[in-house]
């Protein structure tokens, strides 16, 4: 149990649903992320929060959209995915941006039609 | 622009044997380097952090050192056990705003009773 929690953990969409993940720390952390981790590609950033700023978009497709509404949340909110898009996204959290440890949920595991 | 990369992709050893997994990087001015270890399905646990400014680190039977100048750093593992089964992903920070790790593909490691 590191403190992250994500939900769901599995979500089925197909690519006109909406739908959105779900990230929340208690750790009393002020950076955010979103990673993306497919099969067979290292894990990549898509987006880091700091005090609920965005502070990096890794050239991350408009249909993610994230949003940060305080420091313990954060949210990706989903639209007209492709198949492509399947993949396990992670988030995590660290003290401040800069040179700490990260601390990661449990992911979701996702999946488009 | 940073790659990781880590050989070998898969290690298959005895129980009771000592692991090594390797890992470089193509740019040495980094911030720090982060061992992660990764279970089936699930998010990723932090293992060790490596300051630039540090050789090594160690906890438990952990040990990982780094050679900035060459862009390397190996994660020893003394005396495997079944438990040790799992991917290990190395990350490198790199020296610009925000806290921006870069991932290898990871080592995935099978330790047989």
Redesign the interface.
Known sequence: ETGVTQTPRHLVMGMTNKKSLKCEQHLGHNAMYWYKQSAKKPLELMFVYNFKEQTENNSVPSRFSPECPNSSHLFLHLHTLQPEDSALYLCASSRNPGGETQYFGPGTRLLVL | KQE?TQIPAALSVPEGENLVLNCSFTDSAI??L?W?RQDP??????LL?I?SSQREQTSGRLNASLDKSSGRSTLYIAASQPGDSATY?C?V?IKA??????????TRVLVKP
């Open positions: 990781v911030y720090n982060q992660f399905g699930k998010g990723l646990t932090s952090l300051q992903l990350a920070e705003a925000g806290n921006k790790l870069t991932f290898g593909g990871g």
